[in-house]
């Protein structure tokens, strides 16, 4: 985009990083941040290679990625089903956190294209516990830049097979391998986190999209999906 995002130009942009369910609040004295990398074939077949940030601390979770220039951020509180989008170099964001003709009512974006829509794992000792029509097997340990993770296969009935590999101490998803995507957290650094980062600037205006284009999306995405 070599212009300045409309608020349409934006929910477009939403096209790459659609919603999937976040059943459970993170661990509260979970803190990290880290540099993510999502690898493949972007949805309209052509190749894609975007790179973007995460921050967590106390339960509270912040996303960013860039496209061409522009930082897109979203500001995820599961445990108060908050999710923000905000666009800082326009000055407005998008409260997504419950949109009514979307399944489950709450939903948290992919971290980046092609990346898990949360990282954070709430049940280790069986991953997709809350994933409602998946299962898991667990592979056995393995190491994702020298970093030792577990690593897991899950599959849905309705989708092909796919592994995620999940850093037991940080209890977080480093790597996962699905459909053609290859999705990497690196450069992890625990500890914490400035408080401003997961904070709604007071300068921001709130704008309103419509929710039908996020359900298309959702469902254009992600056949595998229970209907």
Same mark, same amino acid.
């Given at each position: 985009?070599?212009?300045?995002?409309?608020? /349409?130009?934006?929910?477009?942009?939403?096209?790459?990083?659609?919603?999937?369910?976040? !059943?459970?609040?993170?661990?509260?004295?979970? @803190?990290?941040?880290?540099?993510?990398?999502?690898?493949?074939?972007?949805?309209?077949?052509?190749?894609?290679?975007?790179?973007?940030?995460?921050?967590? @601390?106390? +339960?509270? !979770?912040?996303?960013? /990625?860039?496209?061409?220039?522009?930082?897109?951020?979203?500001? %995820?509180?599961?445990?108060?089903?908050?999710?923000? #989008?905000?666009?800082?170099?326009?000055?407005?964001?998008?409260?997504? @956190?419950?949109? @009514?003709?979307?399944?489950?009512?709450?939903?948290?974006?992919?971290?980046?294209?092609?990346?898990?829509?949360?990282?954070?794992?709430?049940?280790?000792?069986?991953?997709?516990?809350?994933?409602?029509?998946? #299962?898991?097997?667990? !592979?056995?340990?393995?190491? &994702?830049?020298?970093?030792?993770?577990?690593?897991?296969?899950?599959?849905?009935?309705?989708?092909?097979?796919?592994?995620?590999?999940?850093?037991?101490?940080?209890?977080?998803?480093?790597?996962?391998?699905? %459909? +053609?995507?290859?999705?990497?957290?690196?450069? !992890?650094?625990?500890?914490?986190?400035?408080?401003?980062?997961?904070?709604?600037?007071?300068?921001?205006?709130?704008? &309103?999209?419509?929710?039908?284009?996020?359900?298309?999306?959702?469902?254009?995405?992600?056949?595998?999906?229970?209907?």
């Amino acid at each position: 985009m070599s212009k300045l995002m409309t608020s /349409s130009q934006t929910l477009a942009y939403g096209l790459w990083i659609i919603s999937l369910p976040l !059943i459970a609040a993170p661990a509260a004295d979970v @803190s990290f941040s880290a540099q993510v990398t999502s690898m493949g074939t972007s949805p309209d077949g052509g190749s894609m290679t975007m790179t973007g940030k995460l921050w967590v @601390s106390h +339960g509270m !979770i912040r996303r960013e /990625s860039l496209d061409e220039g522009h930082v897109m951020v979203v500001l %995820n509180d599961p445990a108060h089903k908050k999710s923000l #989008h905000l666009v800082p170099d326009q000055g407005f964001y998008e409260d997504v @956190s419950a949109l @009514s003709g979307t399944r489950g009512g709450f939903y948290t974006d992919d971290l980046i294209p092609g990346g898990p829509a949360d990282v954070l794992v709430h049940d280790l000792k069986n991953p997709c516990a809350n994933e409602p029509g998946v #299962h898991c097997k667990r !592979i056995g340990p393995d190491s &994702v830049n020298g970093r030792p993770c577990e690593k897991w296969q899950l599959a849905s009935a309705a989708g092909k097979p796919w592994t995620e590999c999940i850093d037991q101490g940080l209890g977080a998803i480093i790597e996962q391998d699905r %459909n +053609g995507r290859l999705f990497t957290l690196t450069e !992890i650094r625990e500890g914490p986190q400035e408080a401003s980062l997961f904070l709604l600037p007071a300068d921001m205006k709130l704008v &309103v999209l419509q929710p039908n284009s996020y359900q298309m999306d959702y469902e254009t995405l992600h056949p595998e999906a229970p209907k």
